[in-house]
């Protein structure tokens, strides 16, 4: 009899931890469960921001080549008015008045740069028109 006690104790021991191990296990998947509905969530989020990442990039690309394009246009455009003005000459005073006092006017005199040396014209265009 003491036996089939001990056995009997036995058998509710190991019962009693088949269904502890039941609950443990039932709250285990149910965290699981929980956890893959938030990770699919927080997946669907990040598809939603990666997309609108890739729309942001793109628009970053098309005012980059924008950008470039006017950058381009501006310096061609810097480089011709660099050149238009380049064969441009300072035009010379009118007027002269020399160290002894008297006036005279430019065309009098033969043309002088900034250092007292006679000009010269860069443009041989504009040299041949001024010959004739």
Do not use: Y
């Amino acid at each position: 009899m003491m036996f089939e006690a001990i056995l009997f104790l036995a058998s509710a021991v190991l019962f009693f931890l088949s269904v502890l191990f039941f609950v443990f296990l039932w709250q285990d998947r149910l965290t699981l469960a929980r956890r893959s509905e938030a990770l699919q969530v927080e997946v669907s989020d990040l598809k939603e921001q990666r997309v609108e990442l890739d729309i942001r990039e793109h628009e970053l690309l098309v005012w980059d080549e924008g950008l470039e394009h006017q950058q381009k246009a501006l310096e061609q455009a810097q480089e011709e008015l660099r050149m238009l003005t380049a064969s441009k000459q300072v035009p010379e005073p009118t007027f002269d008045i020399a160290p002894s006092g008297e006036v005279t006017r430019a065309s009098e005199r033969a043309p002088r740069a900034i250092g007292g040396e006679p000009s010269v014209l860069k443009n041989v265009k504009q040299k041949v028109k001024l010959d004739q």
